[in-house]
């Protein structure tokens, strides 16, 4: 660039490392990808080939033999105490994710959209049947034939 010009603006200069950045950046997730693709290609073909031994490594995975799988989380600070980027165990890992998936939610349940959405629901899905009924094996059978692929 310097022999291009023989004299470097401030602003030509920001351009240029600017369009280098970005050059960088295009490699550095080519370069990823591809990691990542390899590491699939591999691993499929070792499933592939030697199929016996990757269900081996499971079950010795499964028995305690090989050491087990760490558990990650996002969250720094851990009420756990153990530094914050994995569970110690599965028990851990679970109920740290049920806190998460199972507590009562925030939001606001008479939202207007959210009527609107039940009632388009309801009038597509019929709601279900409170009587007894009867499974008439030929007419199950029949059904099941038309669906099958």
């Known amino acids: ?16 490392m600017e369009k ?14 591809g990691r990542k693709q390899g590491e699939a290609r591999s691993l ?21 033999e090989e050491e087990r799988p760490r558990y990650q989380r996002s969250i ?14 599965i028990e851990e890992a679970s109920s740290f994710w049920r806190r998460l998936w199972e507590s009562s939610g925030t939001g606001n349940k008479d939202e207007g959209w959210l009527q609107e959405l ?10 279900p049947t409170e009587e007894a009924w009867q499974l008439e094996p030929s007419e199950a059978v029949k059904v099941l034939l038309k669906e099958r692929n």
């Open 1 to 16: 660039m310097l022999k291009e010009s023989k004299t470097i603006s401030s602003a030509e200069l920001v351009n240029y």
């Open 118 to 127: 039940k009632e388009a629901i309801a009038e597509r899905v019929p709601p």
């Open 76 to 89: 720094n600070n851990s009420p756990h105490g153990n530094g914050g980027d994995t569970f110690e165990n």
């Open 44 to 64: 499929n073909c070792q499933f592939t080939q030697y199929t016996r031994q990757v269900y081996a490594k499971f079950e010795m995975m499964c028995k305690g």
């Open 20 to 33: 280098k950045k970005s050059q960088l950046r295009k490699v550095k997730a080519q370069y990823i990808r």
